[in-house]
């Protein structure tokens, strides 16, 4: 039983390391084309990029699918990893708003968690 169990974890982990490396081959290609393409500041936030911290400049694909990759990179924008980041946030976000209704059910930035602490830790009177 054991060692089906390990041949079975190491064809899982030999399949995982191979998505990984196409992926990995996938992105730097249309990576490399972007950052010939366009200048290397984000499209959000206007900060520069060069040198070490072009690390931090990523490849958003506008219509999130990354297997579109037109070689004149019109479904791309370099955005750095805060922006990129929001931007796939902000999706998540419109789903979820998108299949609960654009009411909003849960707290707002006019709830306040701790209204009524005062009057709860306030010793009561004899």
Partial sequence: MADVTNKAA??????VAEMR????QRQSGYRERALKLF???CARCGREFEGKNLRELTVHHRDHDHDNNPPDGRNWELLCLYCHDHEHTRGIQSARED???SVPTGPSLEHSPFAGL???LK????
């Fill in 10 to 15: 190491e064809q899982r982990q030999k399949l």
């Fill in 99 to 101: 299949a609960q209704g």
């Fill in 118 to 120: 005062a009057k709860l």
């Fill in 39 to 41: 200048p290397h500041v």
């Fill in 123 to 126: 010793e009561p009177e004899e």
């Fill in 21 to 24: 490396q196409a992926e990995q």
